[in-house]
Nanobody, 117 residues
């Protein structure tokens, strides 16, 4: 069973919304702050949003006011509500711990988000 599994990506028009979901194994959620990251071809992964075990949140400046991260530990889920999407948000989105693992095999497959202008 995958430890992390992202879903919910797709193709949307500029200004549209998507809600990304991430299943995380209980042993990961129980001990960690969680985050959403995104990556475009040729670039490093970028931290997008963080939620602590206590529910405090923080966002990179480019998504503040548009994205909302949440978690439901009882359901083993982490979410990213994305509103007012822009073409610059196009990327593969991943969830993982914050700080993230060094080992590449500890990342899920991600979910592709494409925003058309």
């Amino acid at each position: 069973q995958a430890q992390l599994a992202e879903s919910g990506g797709g193709l949307v028009q500029s200004g549209g919304s998507l809600r990304l979901s991430c299943f995380a194994a209980p042993r990961i959620l129980a001990k960690n702050d969680m985050a959403w990251y995104r990556q475009t071809p040729g670039a490093q992964r970028e931290l997008v949003a963080v939620i602590t075990r206590g529910g405090s949140t923080n966002y990179t400046d480019s998504v503040k006011g548009r994205f909302t991260i949440s978690r439901d530990d009882a359901k083993n889920m982490v979410y990213l509500q994305m509103n007012s999407l822009k073409p610059g948000d196009t990327a593969v989105y991943y969830c993982n711990t914050e700080p993230p693992p060094v080992q590449e095999y500890l990342w899920g497959q991600g979910t592709q988000v494409a925003v058309a202008s």
